[in-house]
């Protein structure tokens, strides 16, 4: 039961930025005992790479910075949900209630102040200290791992977009090695740009311990032999926290070199190569930045698709995307933007004299596009995206459906009967068989899907939502907007929340202290 007195009362509202202590260092070592509060930290600069030097840094994120890592971190689920994408909206729920359900807030005065930061660290709330069991602690570890893995590793260090490595490797020839079941390997692999070579990823997540690290490390050496001459880094991260202290991650690295990444399957000499940072950025100048977006995109495509036409709307964002050009983070905060609220408030004075079925086209000459969005049912996370994006996805989708109707061993007719009794073990097999079957064949089309991705991308600009939803009707679209949302943007995709559900402060500062010097002790 939780204790009487932890007060019952509502989240409080604020602004959802917060502080993640993290530690840079050269390889697994044992927990800091508590110096994510005691240790002097430097301040972050967005370098896009490693700092120069190991140590405790502070950078300041926000909600919405994580969320967004949540819903795109993780295994590729969309083969499966190319007859069915209403359920995207499930694996969208999945992959960010648990932590809404066990995250919260607090307070916090380290001994040495970083200068910017915000005062408040991200910790676990009460429901996750005295009312949950051990198996959902371990499913809500494993999401925090992955969810704040993504969060370094692309918002704080500028990789480019992960990959799940059971589904494949960069090195083409070395597909099958990196396939053997005798091996056990890191979760995630990216290529950064900036730093011109491969990162090899391992996430851990919850009361992460020296062990567990060692652990992570050995999938990651492993991972290394197989990547062998070509140059990489391999990155450990720990996202540790227990009840009542501070959130904060271990970043454990080390640096392979030799020969330079390879050029994604199919490219060609005139291919425009992808620049550093999100790939977003980099849409008008290169096909495989579209293709790579589109697909990392697909998960949120696949619910807008689906939605019911009465909980979509359109929302008027800057159309000029250099506005949401990668600065700290991949998304771009809102409700400070004077740029959007000038924008938005000019069309909302003009809106009543503007006829209600040229509107949409009128605030175009405002400098203002419309985003599609809509909430994820059963929780208060709103996705959308670009006509533009939209029309990328859509078309991509086209054609991952007609490889699924093409390709021997995922038609419907090449599926086993459900009554063949296949053990949970076997299942997994054949559906990260046909996982791995299904990227391989998207790798394979990559130079057919340049010019039809990219004449849909262009195409997009100048095409109604009502065609590309292939609905009688335009959304709504909303020049009101909600006062209980706080909003962010990139280039292309637009990712809302409701602010009354950023992470809520925790019990008393003097509680937390508490616990704090108890658990100390016990380290």
Known sequence: MIPAHIADEPPLTYADSFDVPVLFRSGPANKPKRQWRTAKHEAWSASDGFPATD????????????????????????????????????????????????????????????????????????????GTERTAKNAAAYRLGMTMTEWACRSLLGLG???????????????????????????????????????????????????????????????????????????????????????????????HSGEPPLPPAGSGADDAAVGPGNLEDHLGDSDDALIGAARAQMLAYLALRSAPASQLRTVPVPADRASRHRRSGLTTPLENDDLTLAMRADARGSAPHIESHTLRAQIRSFGLDDFLSCRIPGTEVHLGMSRKLFAACARLHEEDMAIARSTPGLRAEDQPALDQGLSDEAQETQRLTQRRIFREQQEEARPRLRPLLRDAYERGAASDWSDLLRRPQEPELDLEGDEGLLEAATPETYLPSAATTCPPHAPSPARAASVCECQAKEM
Do not use: C
């Not at 059971?166 to 900036?194: C, M, N, Q, V, Y």
């Not at 990651?220 to 991260?237: F, N, P, Q, T």
């Open 55 to 130: 140590g405790w840094y502070a950078p300041t994120t926000t909600w919405r910075e994580i969320i967004k890592a949540a819903t795109e971190v993780g295994r590729d689920v969309t083969p499966h949900l190319q007859n069915q994408p209403q359920y995207a909206h499930g694996e969208l729920v999945a992959r960010v209630s648990p932590l809404y359900a066990y995250l919260g807030a607090h307070a916090v005065t380290p001994r040495h102040p970083v200068p910017g930061a915000k005062g408040r660290r991200l910790t676990l709330n009460p429901v996750y200290e005295h």
């Open 161 to 255: 977009q992960t990959h799940h490595l059971e589904l494949g490797d960069p090195i083409p020839d070395l597909s099958e090695t990196f396939k053997d079941p005798k091996r056990t390997l890191p979760d995630l692999w990216g290529r950064h740009e900036a730093e011109e070579m491969y990162w090899l990823i391992e996430a851990k997540g919850g009361s992460v311990g020296v062990d567990t690290l060692r652990k992570g490390w050995a999938q990651l050496e492993a991972g290394s032999k197989v990547l062998g001459s070509y140059k990489h880094r391999i990155v450990l991260v720990g996202a540790s926290v227990r009840p009542g202290d501070d959130l904060f991650l271990t970043i454990d690295h080390d640096l």
